[in-house]
């Protein structure tokens, strides 16, 4: 055994028992594969595969790094790592190139099946896939919901298993964060949030797009609604210039459904005429209560308002678009949708089934959300979701006018870039 490989013998053998990982039983048995596949080489694929390894960077930087001499540990160790490298690529080039076999037809046979399961896996690229065969989607919920949760309620009903899908709910993850979890690859599909939130990350760049619809306003079930104390003065949209307005989140509905109210009653340039004021959820009506805020702004019905006793609604966002400015889509990164487009078309199909079925029993839908997030059922309250998930483009375009026009976004985005129905079975014709 010439020096070299004497030290590189050592070397390995040495790292080997220091590391009892699986990536050095990996290393072990490619290089044994590969020494059994080599050996069966013409000297033609030979020639070949040094032409092969001339053009190929990596591994020709791998080899270099293995042949340079060195007895540093932390070189060795460097060594190490290239040669799993370079004993990968050989291998991988091994296969390629094939070896002669004295029964063509067996070897053309098992080479259709490899290219088969080539095939499936690329298919399912970046998938993964439970016990059950199920496609796992990682998703998330709001923290602390108070209404009924879809991706819940859908799994408890087997409406997401039917179309061979499985909900993985790695967290609670605030709407503010959703986007960045996307594009971070920690999410496959976000959980219901408001639209705005999906247009300002597009606008910032993020390579998003909404699938299906979550929830819609009504006069009962409202997205959000501005409240006052019984006490205070505030009775119209010319009361609250020069307020303060506390809301749980900058931007968004939060901010923009009161600049909108106040532009429908003629008041012109909101955002100078009244104060904003960043208070955590859980804490907006105790502010309130203290005197800290003049108005909140709240995700909760009139009917709860008034069943608390303590404030007056002054004017939800109904009152401001109808039932056109409040949809919580829920949506994909734009990769995602490309290389898994009946992935998606299923989840599509899952909500906007689970959709229907909340909206034709809402008590059911809080007693399941009660249930999955150990919550007492009186803190759960309804909502009124899209039918059929089928999302409206005019909910799209007012609040692209509205964000380009206050300057939180740039202009230019387009509907088609924000949502599409074109996954959703009952766009389709298929349901």
Excluded at 142 to 157: A, C, E, K, Q, R
Aim: aromatic share 8%; hydrophobic share 40%.
């Amino acid at each position: 055994m010439t020096p070299i490989f004497d030290q590189l013998n050592k070397a390995i053998i040495a790292e080997r028992k220091r590391a009892m990982g699986k990536d050095q039983k990996l290393l072990w048995a490619t290089i044994t594969k590969w020494l059994a596949l080599v050996k069966c080489l013409t000297l033609a694929k030979w020639l070949a595969f040094i032409k092969w390894l001339t053009l190929n960077q990596k591994t020709t930087l791998a080899l270099k790094t293995f042949v340079t001499p060195s007895l540093s540990g932390l070189v060795w160790l460097t060594k190490i790592r290239a040669l799993s490298r370079l004993a990968v690529s050989l291998t991988l080039v091994a296969l390629f190139f094939g070896c002669e076999s004295a029964e063509p037809k067996k070897e053309a046979a098992v080479d259709s099946a490899a290219k088969a399961a080539l095939a499936t896996k690329s298919s399912e690229k970046g998938l993964i896939r439970n016990a059950e065969g199920l496609v796992v989607l990682r998703a998330s919920i709001s923290p602390d919901p108070t209404t009924p949760v879809t991706f819940l309620i859908g799994d408890d009903l087997g409406f997401f298993q039917k179309r061979g899908l499985k909900l993985d709910i790695v967290g609670n993850i605030p709407v503010t964060q959703l986007v960045a979890a996307i594009m971070s690859g920690q999410l496959d599909v976000s959980h219901g949030a408001h639209i705005n939130r999906t247009i300002a990350g597009i606008s910032a760049g993020a390579k998003i797009l909404a699938v299906v619809g979550n929830t819609e306003t009504t006069p009962i079930y409202p997205h959000m609604v501005g409240v006052v104390r019984k006490d205070s003065p505030i009775r119209q949209a010319a009361d609250i210039i020069g307020q303060k307005i506390g809301l749980s989140n900058p931007g968004g509905c939060h901010e923009y459904t009161p600049y909108a109210w106040l532009e429908k009653h003629g008041i012109k340039d909101p955002k100078n005429k009244i104060q904003t004021v960043i208070i955590a959820r859980s804490l907006l009506e105790q502010a309130l209560r203290q005197g800290d805020i003049d108005m909140a702004m709240l995700h909760k019905t009139p009917a709860e308002i008034a069943n608390n006793g303590e404030f007056d609604v002054i004017y939800s966002d109904y009152d401001v678009w109808e039932g056109d400015g409040g949809a919580t889509p829920n949506y994909f990164g734009t990769q995602f949708i490309k290389d898994h487009p009946d992935v998606v078309r299923n989840f599509v199909a899952a909500v906007a089934e689970t959709l229907n079925w909340m909206n034709e029993n809402l008590d059911g839908a809080r007693a399941i959300t009660a249930k999955r997030t150990n919550q007492d059922i009186s803190k759960i309250t309804s909502n009124y979701y899209t039918p059929d998930g089928l999302m409206k483009p005019v909910t799209a375009e007012l609040w692209i006018e509205l964000l380009t026009r206050f300057g939180e976004i740039k202009p230019g985005i387009t509907v088609p870039q924000v949502f599409t129905n074109e996954f959703n079975p009952y766009y389709t014709g298929q349901f």
